[in-house]
């Protein structure tokens, strides 16, 4: 079985304290920071934007998976970059040129990730499946931390993973939102290679040890 990934979510960060907060993920079983940029327009909030990643960078060594919730992301692939992203993941209802964007992303030598809204259906990935690293399915709708898991996610998963087994592709499947130690088990039984959480981590009264917990529940 193929370790599950933890990719914890700087969003539910206490920003005070973010070099804290990003050497604890550093010295934490997670493999990755999950970066969530939002521009208040694709979602109806605004996270944080280039200083505080730029901030971020200069603490981590862990790969950066930057999640980008925002209209005409082709507009900062090169900035993403630029600031050491290693995973650029777009939405694919906030891309008109979905392929073109792709390709901008690894020509700049970052993974390519495309991520769905709950309401968006796996086939809509069929023709460029093999184009792409990785498939971000959101389990909430995206915009805010700590809102409660959609269930319908597991069948999405599935089906996902027999699309890239159909199409013969190599891409890793990762889930964001209302993950916790409850279904982490479920979530990677379904296909789920990566597991994003937010506040189930840095709410919790030991971060690190959550972030353990969940790897050993996910089967990492
Ligand atoms: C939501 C973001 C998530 C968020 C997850 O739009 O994409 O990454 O930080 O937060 P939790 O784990 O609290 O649902
Ligand atoms: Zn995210």
Redesign the pocket.
Known sequence: MTKTKIAP?L??ADFGNLQRDVEMVESSVADWH?I?V?DGVF?P?ISYGMPVIKAIKKHATKPLDV?L?IIDPDRYIETFAELGASILTVHYEACTHLHRTIQAIKSKGMKAGVSLNPHTNINLLEDIINDIDLVLI?S????????S?IENTYGKIKALKELIDRKNASVLIEI????STENAKKLTDAGADVL??????FKSKNPKQTILDLKLVAGG
């Open positions: 979510s969003l539910a999950h969530d939002m979602v909030n999640h919730m959101m909430v709708n995206p915009g805010f931390g700590g809102q898991f964001d939102g209302g993950v994003v959480a937010g506040s189930f981590v």
